[in-house]
C-alpha cells in the first residue's frame, strides 16, 4: 500500500506562485501515471493535471493549462505542481493521486490512490 504525503501548499496573493510535492512511500510510484485533483468548499472533485510513468506526457486541464505544470521525478518517488500566476478561484485542497498504470486519465476513477491533500488559498 502506497502513502501519498502532499506539502507546499498555503496562502498567497492573486499573481503569486507555490509549488506542491506529493512524495510516496510504501512502495514506489515510478511505474504509474500520477495526477493532481483540487475540491474547492461545497465543489466536487475536479482534474487538475496528470503525468505519464514517464514523464513523457502531461495532461491539463483548461483551466489551468498555460499556469501550471506538473513534474515528477521517479528517483524521488516524488510528482510536482508549479502553480503560477494564481487566481482567488484556484483556492481548494489539492490532493495527489496514483493512477492504475503508466497512463493518466482525468477522471477520480481513474486513480487508485490519494493524498490527504493540502490548503491552497489565493487572497484577492
Known amino acids: 500500500q502506497v502513502q501519498l504525503v502532499e506539502s507546499g501548499g498555503g496562502l498567497v496573493q492573486t499573481g503569486g506562485s507555490l509549488r506542491l510535492s506529493c512524495t510516496a512511500s510504501?512502495?514506489?510510484?515510478?511505474?504509474?501515471?500520477m495526477g493532481w485533483f483540487r475540491q474547492a468548499p461545497g465543489k466536487d472533485r475536479e482534474f487538475v493535471a496528470a503525468?505519464?510513468?514517464?514523464?513523457?506526457?502531461?495532461y491539463y486541464s483548461d483551466s489551468v493549462k498555460g499556469r501550471f505544470t506538473i513534474s515528477r521525478d521517479n528517483a524521488e518517488n516524488t510528482v510536482y505542481l508549479q502553480m503560477n500566476n494564481l487566481k482567488p478561484e484556484d483556492t481548494a485542497v489539492y490532493y495527489c493521486?496514483?493512477?492504475?498504470?503508466?497512463?493518466?486519465?482525468?477522471?477520480?476513477?481513474?486513480?487508485?490512490?490519494w493524498g490527504q491533500g493540502t490548503q491552497v488559498t489565493v487572497s484577492s
Open positions: 493521486a496514483q493512477g492504475y498504470n503508466a497512463w493518466p486519465g482525468t477522471r477520480t476513477a481513474d486513480f487508485r490512490s
Open positions: 510504501g512502495r514506489t510510484v515510478s511505474s504509474y501515471a
Open positions: 503525468i505519464s510513468q514517464s514523464g513523457g506526457r502531461t
